[in-house]
């Protein structure tokens, strides 16, 4: 997402409007802080904690690479964003080149050696620190405009999750470059004895909190404790403000005319926004998924679906979900309209598969299954779910695997990943789902709620799952069905789902109940000729 671009296409789309507020006399762009300034620890962009962090650190400071976010695909820098101009593979070695023309707001060019400093920065805790263990094995600078990385994997997941922002290293420390002594030679010895030469608590550094050294669109201006966040832009002048909003929602906050700019608010405010007739309201196709796992194999008997000498593992399946035949019940009888009408004010799309309509692999062809009650019941009763005692569940008389006289009850736990976007209604998912699946005798008991990543341990039956970013270039399709992604704590096919023609049958022998995919919008007071397209990429 090139945010710095687009806040650049804002001011030139802001300019000249009448001003929000007599607090905001100086400034293009006035934006409501949905925490405070105070919760913004640092604005060094390697160890911010929230999305407000990364909001404005995203806009002082450079990333390494430029992943175009239509795609995903690694591609050269341009004046938007990224450093990398070109790169060569060599099996799991890239030597990366770096532009020349990019400097940092005090004049000193960004180097690769300001990347190599980010990078073991970036080990020492940051947000990109897991992926960066995971990926990359080695990194040495070659010279002020080259750098070199071994990676374990080179491969389309390894890039993306390697790339992080750069930082400028001598504003930490004046001769970090005199320290590297890499010439060309063995990368991984070099490494190995590599002693990162930094003996400065990062954290107690003046650049940490409040940087005077930038490298984006905007420079910080000042910070006004409790209060704002104030960018210059690159011509010196007041551009941005980011003000706490001191508990009113920033919604009430926009529509009485304290901020121009509103992105992403609560879905039960949207239709209050569309009624006001001094905003233009943009609406596009949402990059979260909701949906809920199903388990097809016992969660009390976890095991990966291949052993360490690469044999399939005989593992028991799960008593009821393994049954493909509930599965599709399951999914047959959902009103995901409904849903979304309850968690969403409507402002959703239902999903026919796991990718969310922002993705371009998205089909739209693809149609979602639709309701079926009656269809739903025939299943299951041809299957050998029975009420056999009349109290409205149904209980196994010949099913599948499950012991007879089994009831068909389910324990639903649930997640929600945390993200910029307005949180969904959790618990009106929970009970229409379960008065959904009421309707045709299967009991849905609601469980635990779990970190995001809570159900990467595969100890459950089914799992819902709320706004998840399966659009990243690092979720791909089909880790969601692949046995070789079956592996609890780290694999991503969280359902034990093992199929060879998983693509093909995928919504047939479906391992997911597919809901929804929230809309996203952005609300501004704004010059009409700003033509929409400038607000897709701008969304956070």
């Known amino acids: 997402m090139r945010l710095r671009w687009l806040y650049f296409m804002l001011l030139a789309?802001?300019?000249?409007?009448?001003?929000?507020?007599?607090?905001?006399?100086?400034?293009?762009?006035?934006e409501g802080n949905p925490l405070s300034e105070r919760d913004i620890q640092t604005l060094n962009p390697l160890f911010c904690t929230n999305n407000t962090c990364e909001r404005i650190a995203d806009l002082l400071f450079p990333t390494l690479l430029n992943i175009d976010s239509a795609t995903g695909a690694l591609v050269p820098a341009d004046d938007e964003s990224g450093l990398v101009t070109s790169w060569e593979l060599d099996g799991n070695h890239v030597t990366y080149s770096l532009r020349d023309d990019r400097a940092w707001s005090d004049g000193m060019p960004i180097t690769a050696y300001d990347v190599f400093f980010s990078f073991q920065l970036?080990?020492?805790?940051?947000?990109?620190?897991?992926?960066?263990?995971?990926?990359?094995?080695?990194?040495?600078?070659?010279?002020?405009?080259?750098?070199?990385?071994?990676?374990?994997?080179?491969?389309?997941?390894?890039?993306?999750?390697?790339?992080?922002?750069?930082?400028?290293?001598?504003?930490?420390?004046?001769?970090?470059?005199?320290?590297?002594?890499?010439?060309?030679?063995?990368?991984m010895t070099w490494y190995e004895r590599y002693a990162f030469p930094y003996a400065t608590?990062?954290?107690?550094?003046?650049?940490?909190?409040?940087?005077?050294?930038?490298?984006?669109?905007?420079?910080?201006?000042?910070?006004?404790?409790?209060?704002?966040?104030?960018?210059?832009?690159?011509?010196?002048?007041?551009?941005?403000?980011?003000?706490?909003?001191?508990?009113?929602?920033?919604?009430?906050?926009?529509?009485?005319?304290?901020?121009?700019?509103?992105v992403e608010p609560p879905y039960d405010r949207r239709a209050d926004l569309r009624m006001d007739d001094t905003s233009r309201v943009y609406s596009y196709p949402g990059n979260l998924s909701t949906f809920v796992i199903l388990n097809l194999e016992n969660p009390a008997d976890r095991q990966p679906a291949f052993d360490d000498?690469?044999?399939p593992v005989n593992r028991e399946a799960h008593p009821i979900l393994s049954?493909?035949?509930?599965?599709?019940?399951?999914?047959?009888?959902?009103?995901?309209?409904?849903?979304?009408?309850?968690?969403?004010?409507?402002d959703g799309v239902p999903l026919a598969a796991i990718l969310p309509p922002a993705r371009p692999s998205f089909?739209?062809?693809?149609?979602?299954?639709?309701?079926?009650?009656?269809?739903?019941?025939?299943?299951?009763?041809?299957?050998?779910?029975?009420?056999?005692?009349?109290?409205?569940?149904?209980?196994?008389?010949?099913?599948?695997?499950?012991?007879?006289?089994?009831?068909?009850?389910i324990q639903l736990d649930f997640a929600q990943f945390p993200?910029?976007?307005?949180?969904?209604?959790?618990?009106?998912?929970?009970?229409?789902?379960?008065?959904?699946?009421r309707a045709i005798g299967i009991e849905i008991i609601a469980g635990s709620q779990l970190p995001s990543e809570g159900f990467i341990q595969q100890r459950f039956d089914a799992m819902l799952v709320v706004g998840a970013p399966v659009d990243l270039p690092t979720f791909m399709l089909r880790d969601f069905g692949n046995a070789e992604d079956?592996?609890?704590?780290?694999?991503?096919?969280?359902?034990?789902?093992?199929?060879?023609?998983?693509?093909?049958?995928?919504?047939?022998?479906?391992?997911?109940?597919?809901?929804?995919?929230?809309?996203?919008?952005?609300?501004?007071?704004?010059?009409?000729?700003?033509?929409?397209?400038?607000?897709e990429q701008f969304l956070p």
């Open 323 to 346: 049954d493909v035949v509930v599965r599709q019940a399951m999914q047959m009888v959902l009103n995901t309209e409904a849903i979304i009408d309850a968690a969403l004010e409507g």
């Open 486 to 535: 079956d592996v609890a704590g780290c694999g991503l096919n969280f359902s034990s789902y093992a199929n060879p023609e998983v693509e093909a049958v995928l919504q047939a022998d479906q391992s997911y109940l597919w809901l929804f995919s929230p809309n996203r919008m952005i609300v501004t007071r704004q010059q009409s000729q700003l033509d929409g397209q400038f607000w």
């Open 122 to 187: 970036a080990l020492r805790g940051s947000r990109y620190r897991s992926g960066l263990f995971q990926y990359v094995e080695a990194v040495a600078p070659v010279n002020a405009q080259t750098i070199e990385f071994v990676y374990s994997d080179a491969g389309c997941n390894a890039l993306p999750q390697a790339n992080f922002h750069v930082v400028p290293s001598h504003a930490y420390t004046a001769d970090f470059a005199k320290s590297i002594d890499y010439a060309d030679g063995d990368i």
């Open 309 to 311: 000498a690469g044999n």
């Open 201 to 262: 608590d990062v954290t107690t550094n003046s650049e940490f909190r409040n940087p005077t050294v930038t490298g984006g669109t905007f420079r910080l201006a000042e910070r006004r404790v409790d209060e704002s966040i104030h960018l210059l832009s690159n011509a010196g002048e007041v551009a941005y403000s980011f003000v706490d909003v001191n508990g009113v929602s920033a919604t009430d906050s926009y529509l009485r005319g304290d901020l121009n700019l509103l």
């Open 363 to 409: 089909n739209p062809e693809i149609e979602p299954i639709t309701q079926d009650i009656i269809g739903a019941r025939r299943l299951l009763f041809d299957a050998g779910w029975r009420d056999t005692d009349g109290d409205g569940w149904r209980e196994c008389l010949y099913c599948k695997l499950a012991e007879p006289g089994k009831q068909l009850t």
């Open 419 to 437: 993200s910029a976007a307005p949180q969904v209604d959790l618990f009106a998912i929970i009970n229409l789902l379960q008065k959904q699946m």
């Open 13 to 30: 789309g802001l300019a000249g409007l009448p001003t929000a507020s007599a607090q905001s006399t100086n400034l293009l762009i006035v």
